[in-house]
């Protein structure tokens, strides 16, 4: 809604732009296309008025200059006016009228001159083509137009800025040292909440005293120094794909409640497409779904499923998982993308509850540089819903591996 009223705004706002501007410019055309006929007409009505009035014996001398201003009328009509009579000048405008100023005309100043043998008038004066006072008059017109365009932007941007939301502040849990087997020495990285998208540039500004920040390390400098350590026979690109087992054939590889995969082909799945992406040095999340308060045969499940493996794209890499949440993979994403698409997700399930329900949680873990098993990382994915369950404000939670604590971990292997 906001993104389409701002192409509207913008489109209006350009409109009353180019509508000031051509105001503007197709007045101060027309008065200077109609100048030379507009002037010509303006001189003889004058010209012929004053020499009328001259022609009158019995005027008095003030009773002819008030008719000589009223032939003139508004001077601002010229740059330039003389009026002699035998060799005596009767009116000039303006009072210190040169010679110079009379040769040094404009080019939009047409000259007209007028003699009258029977008086011994001679009329001369200079006309603007385009009068100044015509083109302060557009001019100030189009000013306040394109002023009132500005104040109504900046009172537009005021009112889209109050109604934008505040930038969220960078949180980070603390390290939580998961109990693993194969990581007995330390925790090599930190659950993150989905609030750690988006970062502000100081951390000044984060209040709780027991935050922590994780330093970011350049990921494949690192991954080249864990190879040089310890090389390790990674499988080929044509990988091919295992025969699952563990399911009875007549089951087939979907279950008909959700039609996602069954748990029992996850690991196989999970371990294979590991292989894979290291082999192609890609990242892989792995995203555990919990939906409490609903089960596998409710309808609302079912339209979840369907949402899910739409956005997934893959039906193959959605599996159910535990009695109440759904298990997914995704080939190329890192932790940041991840939690961004996760946040999307919860937010998309709960628009299809009309009641509220279920209650969705989401955990997160994706390979990063390590080369880690598929046990190690549903574990850490569990470790991650378990942390968003204790703050229903964070529903969606990662595991981001610690580069330099991995780095260790390989060192010491």
Known sequence: MKKTFVIIYSVFISLVLVFAISFFGVNIYNEHTHGDLRTQVRFEKMSTSIINASKKSNLSSDELNRQINNAIGDTKDFSFIQIKSNGNAV?????????????????????????????????????????????????KITFFIILIAALITIIVIMIQNNKAPQKKVRK??????????????????????????????????????????????????????AVEKEPVE??????????????????????????????????????????????????????IIKLSGITRKDELMK?????????????????????????ALKISMNIDDAIAFAEKIEAEIKKLSQDNKPKVFIGISTRGIRMVSAERLLREA?????????????????????AVKYRKFIEQS
């Open 91 to 139: 009116y000039s405008y303006p009072s210190d009228l040169s010679e110079e100023l009379k040769i040094n005309s404009s080019k939009l100043v047409l000259n007209y001159s007028k003699r009258n043998a029977e008086t011994g008038l001679i009329i001369e004066a200079g006309m603007y083509t385009i009068r100044p006072a015509v083109i302060y008059r557009y001019a």
């Open 172 to 225: 980070v849990r603390k390290v939580v040292q998961a109990q693993a087997e194969e990581y007995d020495e330390e925790e090599v990285g930190d659950y993150v909440t989905d609030q750690d998208i988006e970062v502000q540039e100081s951390e000044e500004d984060v209040e709780d005293d027991s935050i922590e920040v994780e330093e970011e390390v350049e990921e494949p400098a690192v991954q080249e120094e």
């Open 234 to 287: 990674l499988p080929s690109h044509e990988v091919e794909p295992v025969e699952l087992e563990g399911v009875p054939d007549e089951k087939g590889l979907f279950s008909p409640d959700t039609g996602l995969g069954w748990e029992s082909y996850l690991n196989t799945r999970l371990e294979n497409e590991l292989n894979r992406a290291t082999a192609s040095e890609l990242d892989l999340a792995l995203f």
């Open 303 to 327: 339209k979840i499923c369907d949402y899910l493996i739409m956005e997934f794209q893959f039906k193959d890499l959605l599996f159910e998982y535990k009695e109440d949440s759904v298990c």
């Open 382 to 402: 569990d470790e991650a819903i378990v942390h968003a369950q204790e703050d229903e404000s964070c529903p969606v939670v990662g595991f981001r591996a610690d």
